[in-house]
């Protein structure tokens, strides 16, 4: 395990453990938190924020979507604490700036986006980079920006989530009838189109991070709560391919798994 997730766990145990009623073990090297409901394990993710943040603001955070950390963002927004010099995303889905999907909108409504603005603190968009314009154009100038963020900033945090499919980030499992491109290329940032839109079960055209840039990360805040996440959780920490559970990805490298900190509430 590394220095940071060794002071972290030290940290935990000291002072949040029997107030949170959380069972800290180490799997494998991973650092997994179990908490009996959502609303402690977010209450903890913030505590593990404002820790690694607190001493070296010198931080980039990238946010992901989805219902999961919607809470996590509107306390932090309401509480103000926050130490970092950027935040940008893990992943979007495709649309016009600010659509009904969109995880930036989602993240805006809790205020967080407010809240950076008045502390001063940059943010780096997917959506804002172009008035129009295709997938392509977007992933391209977004890449840019990654690779400047991952090189500047001393620090690099990711928080992401699980879905009850396996999916990561924005990093769909392959299916019958369809096959993600993202898992024979390298590059920072991807796009793919998948032909089922959310509404049919599917993910639409979606950019996101890829492992390159997950890699990359000092720190991978994995966020899972409910039942209908406890096959993605069993199946992530079973041997097989990424191409079927993207999230084998935290248990795949022993450098990612010792820079991964996992939240939930299921028993794995």
Same mark, same amino acid.
């Given at each position: 395990?590394?220095?940071?997730?060794?002071?972290l766990?030290?940290s935990?145990?000291?002072?949040? *453990?029997?107030? !949170? &009623?959380?069972?800290f =073990?180490?799997?494998?090297?991973?650092?997994?938190? @179990?908490? #009996?409901?959502?609303?402690?394990?977010?209450g903890?993710?913030?505590?593990?924020?404002? *820790?690694l943040? !607190? &001493?070296?603001?010198? =931080?980039?955070?990238?946010?992901?979507?989805?219902? @999961?950390? #919607?809470?996590?963002?509107?306390q932090i927004?309401?509480?103000?604490?926050?130490?970092?010099?950027a935040?940008?995303?893990?992943?979007?889905?495709f649309g016009?700036?600010?659509?009904?999907?969109?995880?930036e909108?989602?993240?805006g409504?809790t205020?967080?986006?407010?809240?950076?603005e008045?502390?001063?603190?940059?943010?780096?968009?997917?959506?804002?980079l172009?008035?129009?314009g295709?997938?392509?154009?977007f992933?391209?100038?977004?890449?840019?920006?990654?690779?400047?963020?991952?090189?500047?900033?001393?620090?690099?945090?990711?928080v992401?989530?699980i879905?009850?499919?396996?999916?990561?980030?924005?990093i769909?499992?392959?299916?019958?009838?369809?096959?993600n491109?993202?898992?024979s290329k390298?590059?920072?940032?991807?796009?793919?189109?998948?032909?089922?839109s959310?509404?049919?079960?599917g993910?639409?055209?979606?950019i996101?991070?890829?492992?390159?840039?997950?890699r990359?990360m000092?720190?991978?805040?994995v966020?899972?709560?409910?039942e209908?996440?406890?096959?993605?959780?069993?199946?992530?920490f079973n041997?097989?391919?990424?191409e079927e559970?993207?999230?084998?990805f935290?248990?795949?490298e022993?450098?990612?798994?010792?820079?991964?900190?996992?939240?939930t509430?299921?028993?794995?």
């Amino acid at each position: 395990m590394n220095k940071s997730l060794q002071e972290l766990r030290q940290s935990f145990v000291r002072f949040f *453990l029997k107030a !949170e &009623k959380a069972k800290f =073990t180490d799997r494998e090297g991973l650092t997994l938190v @179990t908490v #009996e409901s959502q609303t402690k394990g977010l209450g903890i993710a913030k505590q593990i924020l404002y *820790l690694l943040t !607190e &001493k070296n603001p010198n =931080t980039v955070l990238f946010l992901s979507g989805g219902k @999961t950390p #919607e809470d996590l963002y509107r306390q932090i927004t309401e509480e103000a604490r926050l130490k970092v010099e950027a935040v940008a995303m893990v992943d979007e889905r495709f649309g016009p700036r600010l659509h009904n999907n969109s995880n930036e909108r989602m993240i805006g409504e809790t205020g967080f986006w407010s809240y950076l603005e008045k502390k001063k603190i940059s943010f780096y968009s997917i959506l804002r980079l172009h008035p129009k314009g295709v997938a392509s154009d977007f992933v391209r100038d977004y890449d840019r920006k990654v690779k400047y963020l991952l090189g500047h900033f001393s620090k690099k945090i990711a928080v992401l989530g699980i879905g009850k499919d396996g999916h990561t980030a924005g990093i769909a499992p392959n299916r019958k009838d369809f096959i993600n491109p993202l898992f024979s290329k390298s590059l920072l940032v991807g796009s793919f189109k998948d032909h089922r839109s959310m509404d049919e079960g599917g993910f639409g055209t979606r950019i996101t991070l890829t492992f390159e840039a997950l890699r990359k990360m000092d720190i991978l805040l994995v966020l899972a709560f409910g039942e209908e996440k406890k096959e993605a959780l069993r199946k992530m920490f079973n041997r097989g391919s990424l191409e079927e559970i993207p999230a084998r990805f935290y248990t795949s490298e022993p450098q990612i798994v010792q820079r991964t900190i996992l939240i939930t509430d299921q028993k794995v």
